[in-house]
DNA sequence: TTTTATAGTATCTAAAAAGTAACCATTGTT
DNA sequence: AACAATGGTTACTTTTTAGATACTATAAAA
């Protein structure tokens, strides 16, 4: 129901982007963004929560471990930068690559539909 | 950079939310959909292929458990509807429930993505 | 009577993701 | 001399996720 286009064509057309591309399109970007912390660290970062220390105090359950694992994956994947400047303490600043501020979209959409479909039907279903 | 609205704004709406509906609005709705087979399962039942033999078929490097324990959680979550057919050889039809089908232009978005930041980039970086 | 079709389950194993706790280097401060 | 601050690393354990394989029921067709 209420697709309008013709369904063998959309078929095709995925297909076609599997073949073509090696790979599920969403599931491409899911790999990228799925971690258990990526979300809250990308947004913190979007708002210019970036040091290292800054953001383990924002989100206390991330391990040191979790986090660092995390930002490097992050890093590799071109979606933060990671500029670390020569002095003592050591000091970090992570900020968003065109790459990483490219899915803000995406996040205002995902962050909606969590909101509307998990989140708050949760808490009517579940008033203790 | 690019951040129109107010920063410490922005940060304060979003803790408020996870504080308000106790976590990750982004994290929880890719809870949903991040498993490894769930997006390609949900696609390819939005277009119609919805018996699980067909499914089967359409993604040969799932295992039969692994597309069972995916379409169990999908439909605990509620985004597919099972409906088994008293028949014999048995007969059972998926299909998307209201909550599944708005996940369409979420889906639309991720493909896009993932195609234009993913999944070509990596084919021009890695011509053999 | 054996095979075919459908839609699974049950059990066990392997691999990946996440968590825990201790450690490190450097400089400035107490 | 000891401690704080920063941004980590290393080794190990636990938990979660995924994969392999064998098994099930029923009716119809060959």
Same mark, same amino acid.
């Not at 963004?33 to 912390?37: Q, S």
């Given at each position: 129901m209420r697709i309008e286009e013709n369904n063998s064509e959309r078929f095709t057309n995925m297909v076609d982007n599997i073949k073509k591309y090696g790979g599920c399109p969403v599931s491409a970007t899911l790999k990228l963004? @799925? @971690?258990?912390?990526k979300p809250m660290i990308l947004y913190f970062i979007s708002v210019d929560v970036n040091r290292f220390g800054q953001l383990q105090r924002m989100m206390p359950d991330c391990s040191k471990r979790m986090m660092t694992v995390q930002l490097r994956e992050l890093e590799d994947d071109g979606l933060v930068h990671r500029k670390v400047f020569a002095e003592v303490p050591p000091k970090v600043i992570y900020t968003l690559t065109e790459k990483g501020e490219s899915l803000r979209p995406l996040f205002s959409m995902l962050s909606q539909w969590g909101i509307e479909q998990v989140l708050e039907p949760k808490m009517k279903t579940s008033n203790d």
């Open positions: 963004i @799925g @971690g258990k912390w």
